[in-house]
């Protein structure tokens, strides 16, 4: 039996950043992972060896927005382990069925002078819009770097310009007032109040949707932000893939002397007396954890698959029931089509340009469109008469994932997880079988090439994967990438119940980090630096939290001096 001052269940990217900073406090670390390779939603792999060699493709995530909110790569240096990052410039284009199109640049001025081409009012407008979210991004983005029951972490977070946007955003009643409608809002109704366009607010919509809800959805209107963070901090993508991030802090954990077991699928967390004191995997083979063990992987999974319930009922006789009915998913997840292509895509029925190809590119004919395609996945049907779509071509920016002269493209359709009036057929029971889910990429690639006539005649080969198939490859809780869904009832203080919201569990010795903790899904390696604060703060609370205190301060004042 191998014994570690920790174990992390799961070698995602977030469980890989939360091992790093555990490292450097001195801790010895084991993370076990069940696939082949480390990086759980985060790898980038040749998963076409026969029919496409040397084509590297991008699993499940691709376009890295939100890492650049917190300091990860700063504090971790993680450039110094092999990451690069390539900044997208433009970062969205989205063709509309009437021969507008909508460009977005990293630059909110030359945006703004595109989206002017069609209408100056919806120009100018947009101008303000943006400048509204960039200031709500900058006075929350403290309280997403820090656990959120957690005062002094936030406070310390908060510098001059963070203190003014806050009170720039909520410094009276009204405006206040008006944050909070906002936030109890949809994206819909924000995009009607600001914009008459139909060109420029299907694409808002759209990103707004990757919240993983219709942008009708209430209570979600923060989803609105998605496209200002393209201007500020921007969008970025590693040199050689989503993987090249997890490659870095391979390299760094390992550096630091932490272990990574891949082919170890966890059954089983072994609980002494109220303690978490290690685990057992497929096989039999038990790993001890002197300190504690750390979740990567969604809690449902973790008290309802891996404990036992009469443990969990002598630490919370609620808390087993709470799980099983409280948390919530809508049924909406991804059919994940990767292609290696011949020649790069051409939009020319838009007067193409190269620069097309280097950001997300969007099918969203309008507002109803991208409603149509969430909606339908939450009542079980599949929204394949005409999808809409979010992809890319990222060997346009980095030639290194493809063989010379050949593309990758990477495209994400919206999916339901069980398909109505299929229970009990196909994979997992879900209804998706290998002849629908060809089906439905057909549909979706025929969709693609009214836009990109020279789609079709330039597939090398494909890849198609079911969200019954995602979901067993990530051992995502019904095909739920995000673990849980992003609405408001589940974020923040209640990510994902209230009683695990800080990262800790009943359990003595019990952590949860991932997708499924504070602040969310996507690429951000906040829930695995925050998860590391409280477990640091569990070892030596006193030390800690005088170190959390000084740190604070001196951020502080050093953000007053600055001021002056």
């Given amino acids: 039996m191998q014994t570690y001052d920790v174990i992390i269940i799961g070698a995602g990217h977030n469980g890989l950043v939360c091992a790093a900073y555990l490292l450097k406090a001195g801790y010895s670390v ?31 995530a691709i376009d890295h927005e939100f890492i650049h909110l917190g300091p990860v790569v700063q504090e971790l240096e993680l450039e110094k382990y092999g990451l690069e990052y390539l900044p997208c410039d433009p970062v969205v284009f989205c063709p509309h069925p009437d021969g507008k199109y909508f460009l977005g640049h990293k630059s909110l001025e030359k945006t703004c002078g595109e989206i002017a081409r069609y209408s100056p009012r919806d120009a100018a407008k947009y101008a303000e819009y943006t400048e509204y979210w960039l200031k709500i991004i900058n006075a929350l983005t403290p309280m997403f770097n820090a656990p959120p029951k957690s005062i002094i972490d936030i406070a310390g ?67 609105a932000m998605m496209m200002a963070m393209r201007h500020n901090p921007g969008m970025a993508r590693p040199r050689g893939g989503t993987g090249a991030l997890v490659q870095a802090l391979v390299n760094l954990v390992k550096s630091k002397g932490g272990d990574i077991f891949t082919d170890k699928h966890v059954e089983k967390v072994l609980i002494d007396n109220g303690k978490a004191v290690g685990v057992r995997v497929q096989g039999g083979q038990e790993y001890r954890g002197r300190c504690g063990v750390i979740s990567n992987i969604d809690a449902q999974r973790l008290f309802l698959q891996m404990l036992d319930k009469t443990d969990v009922d002598a630490v919370d006789p609620a808390l087993w029931e709470r799980l099983e009915r409280r948390i919530v998913n809508n049924n909406e997840t991804i059919l994940k089509i990767d292609l290696a292509l011949d020649e790069p895509l051409r939009f020319v029925h838009h007067q193409h340009q190269d620069a097309y190809l280097i950001g997300s590119i969007l099918i969203a004919d309008s507002v109803a469109h991208v409603e149509e395609a969430h909606a339908k996945c939450m009542m079980g049907e599949i929204p394949d008469s005409n999808p809409s779509v979010y992809m890319a071509l990222p060997s346009a920016l980095d030639p290194s994932l493809a063989p010379p002269g050949k593309h990758t493209l990477w495209i994400e359709f919206f999916a339901p997880y069980q398909i109505k009036g299929t229970e009990g057929t196909g994979l997992k029971g879900t209804g998706w079988t290998e002849n629908l889910k060809h089906q439905v990429a057909d549909k979706v690639i025929d969709k693609i090439a009214e836009y990109a006539p020279n789609l079709k005649n330039t597939i090398i080969a494909r890849r198609v994967e079911s969200p019954a198939e995602l979901g067993e490859r990530l051992g995502a809780y019904k095909g739920n990438y ?47 630096r925050n998860c590391a604060r409280v477990f640091l703060q569990t070892q030596q609370p006193m030390a800690q939290s005088l170190k959390d205190a000084r740190e604070a301060l001196l951020s502080m004042v050093s953000s007053v001096l600055k001021s002056r």
């Fill in 30 to 60: 084991l993370l076990l992972e069940k696939r082949p390779v480390p990086g759980g939603a985060a790898t980038t792999e040749e998963c076409l060896p026969e029919t496409a060699p040397g084509f590297k493709f991008n699993l499940c």
């Fill in 157 to 223: 977070n908060y510098n001059f310009s963070k203190i003014k946007d806050l009170v720039s955003t909520l410094g009276s009643v009204n405006k206040t007032m008006d944050f909070v409608r906002n936030m109890l809002s949809s994206a819909e109704d924000i995009l009607n109040e600001w914009f008459d366009s139909e060109f420029l607010k299907a694409p808002l919509a759209r990103l707004a949707a990757e919240m993983g809800v219709p942008p009708s959805q209430k209570n979600l209107g923060i989803g």
């Fill in 482 to 528: 995000y673990h849980i869904d992003m609405t408001l009832e589940q974020m923040v203080f209640f990510r994902p119940l209230p009683e695990l919201a800080n990262y800790k569990t009943p359990f003595e010795g019990l952590f949860l980090t991932g997708a499924g903790t504070h602040p969310g899904g996507s690429i951000s390696g906040m829930p695995g």
